[in-house]
């Protein structure tokens, strides 16, 4: 994962270098993310004791992960409201960005990306940290007592520009999508405020069997327009529905839910509750982990590539506004 990082904020970020918190958040940087200063180094700079700290400590051992100076990203400067709008690579939606910057708050109530003025910086890059008591970026959260309802998922859930999801039973049931997926999708996209988020669904065109009369195919159309309802006027999601024709079309098994931040992974399919809210899975825990751990991030950009790659190789059903930061899709 990338950090971009303005002089204001390395020198906030290293104002109480000396503290344990202040250190576990360079442990991180310096096992975890890949660094971009985004200041041209003076001479000043260079005897700058903060500075000096915090390039020192990061390089160490690893000098093909810090990079500098003078790479001023996000530009132009002051931050347009959806800078997000001009950004060309993939991993730039997943990067933290630590910026002395006018408009950075405005930035940040759009709920699409991580954005820290100055000042901000230990609070943004600790909230990455899902266990902070073990400094683990992982948990695995009970369904039944930890998940009791969709909205639980709240303390977990990351401003996101995009959400992907793989499940090819999600839509199995009208009554079970109903009150899982719409819900969790919603949940899943609660930062945003303004601008749509972008969503992306994998699944089984139909389900189940016409000789023993268990055959089911959703009304794609009519799924879209239920998930855009769930959202105000102003930020209804861009949908885009990825419909197999068989599990071998589809090719993957994982239920799998990609956020720009955070990645969910089940046992079992999505459809956790019944319309009373009754637990109805057998799965026993939801994954939840941050792509702050170099790992994770891996494994999340890996996901994304053999999503692509089951767009590019198959004559696959596609429904909906075909819009992602992600993925690109056939015209």
């Not at 160490?60 to 950004?87: A, C, H, M, W």
């Not at 105000?232 to 956020?259: G, S």
């Amino acid at each position: 994962m990338k950090l971009y990082i303005d002089k204001e904020n390395l020198k906030s970020l290293m104002a109480d270098k000396e503290s344990s918190a202040t250190i576990d958040c360079m442990r991180m940087l310096k096992s975890q993310f890949d660094i971009f200063l985004t200041f041209p180094l003076s001479e000043d700079d260079i005897n700058d004791e903060d500075i000096t700290s915090f390039t020192q400590f990061l390089s160490e051992g690893r000098k093909d992960r810090i990079y500098g100076d003078n790479i001023r990203f996000p530009k132009p400067r002051p931050l347009s409201v959806n800078v997000q709008k001009s950004f060309v690579e993939k991993d730039d939606f997943s990067a933290i960005y630590l910026l002395n910057d006018y408009n950075v708050d405005k930035v940040k109530e759009n709920g699409l990306l991580l954005f820290a003025g100055v000042g901000e910086e230990f609070k943004t890059l600790y909230s990455l940290i899902i266990r902070k008591d073990i400094f683990q970026f992982h948990d695995e959260l009970d369904i039944g007592k930890e998940i009791k309802k969709w909205c639980d998922l709240d303390p977990f859930v990351f401003p996101c520009t995009d959400i992907i999801l793989v499940d090819r039973y999600v839509f199995s049931s009208p009554d079970k999508y109903a009150t899982n997926a719409y819900d969790f999708l919603k949940t899943l996209a609660r930062h945003s405020k303004n601008t749509p988020v972008n969503i992306v669904i994998f699944t089984l065109k139909s389900t189940g069997s016409k000789k023993n009369n268990t055959y089911f195919e959703p009304d794609w159309d009519d799924i879209i327009k239920e998930i855009k309802k769930k959202f105000k006027k102003q930020n209804q999601p861009k949908v885009t529905i990825i419909a197999a024709k068989d599990v071998e079309e589809l090719e993957v098994h994982d239920r799998y839910i990609f956020t720009n931040y955070r990645a969910f992974k089940s046992g079992d399919t999505l459809n956790y509750f019944d319309e009373n809210g009754n637990k109805i899975t057998r799965g026993l825990f939801l994954d939840v982990s941050s792509l702050a751990d170099y790992k994770y991030y891996q494994n999340a950009m890996n996901f994304i590539e053999k999503m692509q790659g089951i767009i590019n190789h198959n004559a696959i059903a596609i429904k909906g506004d075909r819009v992602c930061n992600y993925l690109s899709f056939r015209k």
